[in-house]
């Protein structure tokens, strides 16, 4: 198994699989990773079948058939990548020290490589499930999730363990975000016309003042357990035309992360209750705001059938009760949650996601692999 695992990802991470956002203009997809991906599903007796929402932007869905009657499982994986700019060894795979190196090796193509160790484990012990496992190794997760929306709309299953990493802890939550415009509106004059001008710029700062009060606010709430309090920040702020003309309008983008419960009803909410605030003060103070993007956060219930699957497979994989977290950042988790699929995730160690060298540690992607063939056979059996 060590073997299989270990040139199952050297190949994974030898093939470019770099989203199209972060390939700096360079024709780039996931068309060849997810044909490696078939060729490997196929050889375990998987049937596979491919999602291509934009040309190019493939997925790859293989399903070991149960025999029937059974609870079904999916593994899930990304296999894009982030750029490899300035990266000394991007597509080596080279293992030194127990660490398999290469852009993906971390983030995440050793929790992909895990999910097909972990279908061989139970082919190879000639393992018979009455539900069926599958593995969704899907395209986009690294920009906009194009890949995950698309296999939701045809596959479903009865609960999911994704693999990004998260060194073989099981994490049960994560934060969401808002992308939140907001546009003060002035009137535009020459700067000697203070008796016509009015300066959207001098309104933004009003507002940012508010802004900066409610932030330390969110940050004092009761934290949730796992995730720990919501957050924002003021991202982009761009104002002004020029130094001789009145602004006649100012934009912000703020980003405000999300804990399990708020909604992005809520967000907007707080913050127009600042514009409104400051319109009731000041009759020429004008301002828009609007939601541009919302993810939603991610939360399993602790007493779903594959938390006690996952939990009760890492704690007899590592000899002691593995830890459980929540991750600050967006992942697919949210998507397949929203989708009613009760999910999980546990991943590989290593370091240096998006960073200029990453690498993946050998025996945590062994470990995960136990860990899932363990988690499918008590869930799907
Ligand atoms: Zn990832």
Redesign the pocket.
Known sequence: MSDYITSTLSELVRTKSINPAFADGEPSDERAIATVLGTMMRALGMETTEYEPEPGRVSIVGRLRGSGGGKSLMLYG?IDTVGVTAMPEPFSAAVRDGRLYGRGSY??KGGVAACLGAVKTLRDAGTTLRGDVLIAAVAD??TASIGMADVLRHVTADAAIVT??TELRVCLAHRGFSWIEVETLGIAAHGSRFDLGIDANMRMGRFLARLDTLEQQVRTRPPHPLVGPPSLHAAVLRGGTGTSTYADHCRLEIERRTIPGETEDQVLDEIRAITKALAAEDRTFRANVRAMLTRSSFEVDKNAAIVHAVLGAAESVLGQKPAVIGEPYW?DAALLSAAGIDTVVIGAAGAG?HALEEWVDLESVRKLTSILAKAATEFCA
């Open positions: 990304h983030d995440m997760e690294e990004e990493p992942m996601a």
